[in-house]
């Protein structure tokens, strides 16, 4: 399992931005797959966004697609979410995960399956 820490969550207002980043700690970073997940109070988790890292392929979910783009750089490890046109349907925590398998099921599902390790998590609260 890799290391995975995320930072830029916080509180904002509707139709602000906010940008998360996620350090990962794995040595081969552009040979993992990342993604990021969300669980909003009282809902199960989703995943709305993950990139190959090796070629820059991305799926993202159609409750964010256009609002929310993600993004890495492989020098830093690091891959970013940046959230445009935030709601306050997006409230949720928000976490990093690194994915065995780079398919759009895994990728978009509840990240019971397929994750290798997950961040601690963000908080991002919309207000509106």
């Known amino acids: 399992q890799v290391q995975l820490v995320e930072s830029g969550g916080g509180l904002v207002q509707a139709g602000a931005s906010l940008r998360l980043s996620c350090v990962t700690s794995a040595p081969t970073f552009n040979d993992l797959p990342m993604g990021w997940f969300r669980q909003a109070p009282g809902k199960e988790r989703e995943g709305i966004s993950c990139?190959?890292?090796?070629?820059?392929?991305?799926y993202s979910s159609n409750s964010v697609k256009g609002r929310f783009a993600i993004s890495v750089d492989n020098a830093e490890n690091t891959v970013y979410l940046q959230m445009n046109s935030l709601k306050p349907g997006d409230t949720a925590v928000y976490y990093c995960a690194a994915i065995n398998y780079y398919t759009e099921d895994i990728c978009l599902g509840d990240g019971s399956l397929g994750v290798d390790s997950w961040g601690k998590g963000a908080l991002v609260t919309v207000s509106s």
């Open positions: 990139i190959n890292t090796s070629d820059g392929t991305t």
